[in-house]
């Protein structure tokens, strides 16, 4: 298990432990700057560095996997597939070299049931914008089981990102 996400299965996080993040993130005073920022930033904020989110395919083959078992089992095909993602940021502790405990952005991704996406190059805006799925009620062997849909499996950059 990776220590940087509270996970109780996998790589989803506990609704409870999401909301927080995003509370954080729209409540906490946080902006975001590039790793090469060099502005001041107004008073009563924080700045963190951050130039882009890293997603491993393990994470990804994971999510793929719970999506097509939500998806074919009755849950998908009686009421509405899984068929878009809402990406939400928000902001959670890790412990730094030294021991203690730092602010860092984080990637969430919430299932979305419903969603239509437009394909008119010139509107961006989803046909139908869907509605969250906050549980999956099958993990991905098919056992009934009821774990959050919200994942948060991003490795921020920096301090992750690959040297270049």
């Known amino acids: 298990m990776n220590p940087l996400h509270d996970s109780t299965e996998h790589f989803c996080i506990a ?9 954080r993130w729209q409540n906490d005073n946080y902006i975001l700057v590039p790793k090469a920022f060099d502005g001041s930033v107004p008073p009563g904020y924080k700045a963190l560095e951050i130039d882009s989110f890293s997603l491993s395919v393990e994470d990804l083959l ?4 719970r999506i097509k078992t939500y998806n074919l089992n009755e849950s998908g095909t009686d009421n509405y597939p899984i068929s878009g993602f809402s990406c939400r940021l ?12 730092e602010p860092l952005p984080c990637l969430l991704l919430e299932p979305l049931i419903g969603f239509e996406r437009n394909d008119d190059p010139n509107d961006p805006i989803a046909t139908n914008s869907g509605e969250l799925l906050d549980r ?21 950059c920096p301090p992750t990102c690959p040297k270049r």
């Open 15 to 23: 609704i409870p432990v999401a909301d927080n993040r995003i509370y």
């Open 62 to 65: 994971h999510l793929t996997q």
């Open 90 to 101: 928000g902001i959670k502790d890790y412990t730094n070299e030294n021991g203690e405990q």
């Open 136 to 156: 999956i009620p099958d993990d991905i062997d098919g056992n009934q089981v009821d774990y959050s849909a919200i994942y948060d499996f991003s490795y921020p």
